[in-house]
């Protein structure tokens, strides 16, 4: 979790987004978070470990997709909340 970190320290930029199932994530977490479960309880689900067992840089990737990005927004001193 700490690369993309090291990555950015080092002026590079981090991996991009790897396609379907990092698309696939994010309708899942954006689907999750418009029913109400929250952020970590949908983050550290089955569905989501598994993805995340196969993309380490997942967590990284997910703020990127366009669907999460219509369903949360930046929120001052809270970090996101859902879109209005």
């Not at 689907?31 to 997942?58: Q, V």
């Not at 369903?71 to 001052?76: C, I, T």
Request: charged fraction near 20%; proline fraction near 8%.
């Amino acid at each position: 979790m700490f690369l993309p970190l090291m990555l950015h320290d080092l002026g590079l930029e981090a991996p991009q987004p790897e396609g379907r199932a990092t698309h696939d994530a994010a309708v899942y977490v954006a689907t999750e978070l418009l029913t109400g479960r929250s952020l970590f309880a949908i983050l550290a689900d089955r569905f989501m470990m598994e993805r995340l067992d196969e993309n380490p840089f997942l967590l990284d990737e997910l703020p990127r997709q366009p669907v999460l990005q219509g369903v949360v927004e930046p929120a001052g001193a809270v970090g996101i909340r859902l879109a209005a």
